[in-house]
Each structure stands twice: as C-alpha cells, then as structure tokens.
C-alpha cells in the first residue's frame, strides 16, 4: 500500500515510489499461508505457478516450426491466450451483462487476435531460416521481443502474458528488468528455448555441427549477468530485517471517513441513483 509511508508531503512521495516501483526490492515476508489459504490448497495454481516451465515451455513449438512456421506458431498462441485469458469470459457476463454466446465470440476473437503475434513471430523466423539460412537463434527472440513490444500499443495495446511476466517471482531473475527491461527478459527465455531445442536436434542427429554454441555462449553470458544483478539486489534485501506483520486491529483496519467525507459520499450515492 503507498499509505503507510508517512505523514505529509515526504510520506506520500515515498509511499508513490513504494507502490510504482520499491516494492520489487523489499524483502517483506507475504505470508500467503495467512492471507490466501484457499489458493495454497488449490493443487491446480500451486501445479502451474512454476516459473521454470517459461525456460522449456516453447521447445515443442521450436521443434515443430521448421515445417509449417505459422500455423504452430498460432495453434501455440491459440491455447497459450485461451488458458490464460480464461477469466476474461467470467467477468463479461458477470460484470458486463453480456449473454454467454456473445461474451464467447469476443473472448475467442481476442484469442485468435493474440495468436497472430506468435504466429507472425514463428513465420517470420521460419521464412528467414529457410530462405537466408539465418539461424532460428539469431532471428526467433527478435521478432518474439518485436511483436511483444507491438501488441502492448496496437489497436489500444494489450500488454498482459508477456513472456517475460512469468519470471515475476524469482528474485534473483526479475531484478534483471533494471538493465534490460521485460523485454529484454522475453528474449533471454525464448534464445534459451531456441538453444535447448537445438540440443536436442544435434542429441537426435548425432552431430553438433547444427548446434548453435554462439547462441548458447550468450546464454551463458545473460544468465550469469542476471545471476549477478540478482544476487547484489537479494544481498541487499536480506540484511534487512523481516519482521512478521502483527495482527492488524479493528482500528487500523477501519476506514477512517471524517464527517465531511460521509456528507460527500452520501451527495454521490444520491447523484448515482438519480441519473439512473
């Protein structure tokens, strides 16, 4: 919360530095077990909340791209979006009124609209790789990064399910966006699925004349660059001290609304219920 700063000019300042950006470095103990039991009992978020799965994820779609680029590229994308925008279909017709058919065309359209990106991504690279013979390394994370970087502005932008969001609660690998940013982050995930889905076509092959060991050299350089930045930052955090949070009291709980603030709130709630 940026409302627990302070008093006066200086506290609201730091508290808008804590809620933008402050909070990533904070060493603070969340204690999910007491705010948000019901997701830890819920075996399928605690299953799919691994942040690993974003280094491996895409080899599949690396392996099987060569052949037929763009329509892997959007069948992935397709029920990457569908699953994680799933909840997009529950808030408009519980929140927006909308019938179930009608908030299912929209829900599939914004899915399909999103699918273009990895399939233009995947095609692009593709086209490249067969045409030019520019490695898939050298030319996939650019073009990922690129249309990533697109869909955040086009047609009013969509930023969520970035590539490089999956990483948000590994300490040491976030704390990287202070040099290269989300983006830079998205193109150090797919390069690694791009290296490891070439491993395995050389392991198939038996022969390592196709493997991309420059690829894997920067790899090896970004990774331990991350390591280093978050190491320092973790560092940092740890010697601070992580006092576990008190339980908070009716008082602080309490929304604190002086009598004029009720008079304002009643005036608005009448001013509502008119212009219905």
Not at 100 to 106: E, I, P
Request: proline fraction near 4%.
């Amino acid at each position: 919360s940026p409302h627990h700063h302070g008093e006066g000019v200086g506290g609201l300042w730091r508290g808008l530095w804590h809620a933008h950006v402050g909070w990533l470095f904070r060493a603070r103990d969340l204690q999910l077990g007491r705010w948000a039991p019901d997701l830890l009992a819920e075996p399928a978020l605690v299953r799919i909340d691994r942040t690993f799965l974003a280094w491996v994820g895409l080899v599949p779609l690396v392996l099987v791209m060569r052949s037929r680029p763009f329509k892997s590229g959007f069948v992935a994308g397709l029920v990457f979006f569908a699953f994680v925008l799933y909840w997009v279909n529950i808030v408009m017709t519980t929140y927006g009124g909308l019938p179930m058919a009608a908030s299912l065309v929209c829900y599939l359209a914004l899915c399909i609209y999103l699918a273009l990106y990895w399939g233009c991504a995947t095609w692009a690279a593709g086209r490249l790789a067969e045409y030019r013979g520019y490695s898939l390394a050298l030319t996939l994370p650019v073009f990922w990064v690129a249309l990533e970087f697109l869909r955040e502005f086009l047609l009013s932008g969509f930023p969520w399910a970035t590539l490089g969001y999956s990483q948000q609660a590994w300490l040491t690998v976030i704390q990287s966006v202070d040099l290269f940013g989300v983006y830079g982050l998205s193109y150090l995930l797919v390069l690694s699925n791009v290296v490891l889905a070439g491993l395995l076509l050389a392991l198939h092959s038996r022969s390592l004349s196709d493997f991309p060991l420059r690829a894997l050299a920067v790899v090896v350089l970004l990774a331990a660059l991350i390591t280093a930045t978050g190491r320092g930052g973790s560092g940092r955090t740890s010697r601070r001290d992580r006092r576990p949070c008190a339980p908070a009291s009716s008082r602080e709980t309490s929304p604190r609304i002086s009598s004029g603030d009720r008079r304002i709130s009643d005036t608005r709630s009448r001013s509502i219920v008119t212009c219905r």
